[in-house]
């Protein structure tokens, strides 16, 4: 049996808003700050395989995805309720601290953009341990597995990055 193994100790949101977004009167920006009121962005990563060539850009259009690591003491409440806006015709995720190892392996198989763009964000972020993203990048975790259900706690690097200010 193999050790077993931490997820991130931060709240993972995953956001592609709908493109049209700004349509609607709504901006992702103005909702990751007023998540920032109420915990730390510990990291933000934005999507650059969800900006289309600059031939293709409509203005009024969202192109931003997000990947959030996102600190906080809330149960999940407070951060589903600020993004509930933004779920329609958006691409939204959010994963708990400590959750199981599964939840990331599923994620990467819907993630719109593909797996590797969604992998390479978790990698920079330093969400997950090494040996996960071996076993995330073979496409070989075994979400059923008790092994996967992996306690809270710090993976990767102990090393964060400042809180970001918005």
């Known amino acids: 049996m193999r050790p077993r193994l931490l997820t991130s100790k931060f709240w993972q949101i995953t956001l592609l808003p709908n493109l049209k977004l700004f349509e609607s009167g709504l901006d992702p920006f103005t909702f990751l700050k007023y998540l920032s009121g109420s915990g730390k962005i510990?990291?933000?990563?934005?999507?650059?395989?969800?900006?289309?060539?600059?031939?293709?850009?409509?203005?009024?259009?969202?192109?931003?995805?997000?990947?959030?690591?996102?600190?906080?003491?809330?149960?999940?409440?407070?951060?589903?309720?600020?993004?509930?806006?933004?779920?329609?015709?958006?691409?939204?995720?959010?994963?708990?601290?400590?959750?199981?190892?599964?939840?990331?392996?599923?994620?990467?198989?819907?993630?719109p953009l593909g797996r590797d763009a969604y992998l390479n964000a978790l990698e920079i972020q330093n969400v997950l341990s090494k040996e996960q993203f071996a076993l995330l990048r073979e496409g070989k975790a075994d979400v059923s597995s008790p092994e996967n259900d992996f306690s809270a706690g710090s993976a990767g690097s102990s090393k964060e990055s400042e809180t970001l200010k918005l």
């Open 42 to 111: 510990r990291h933000l990563y934005v999507y650059p395989e969800s900006i289309p060539d600059w031939k293709e850009m409509n203005p009024e259009h969202s192109y931003l995805g997000f990947e959030v690591s996102y600190e906080s003491e809330s149960d999940g409440t407070e951060i589903e309720s600020t993004l509930e806006f933004l779920k329609e015709g958006s691409y939204l995720e959010i994963l708990p601290p400590g959750c199981a190892f599964g939840r990331f392996f599923e994620n990467a198989d819907r993630f």
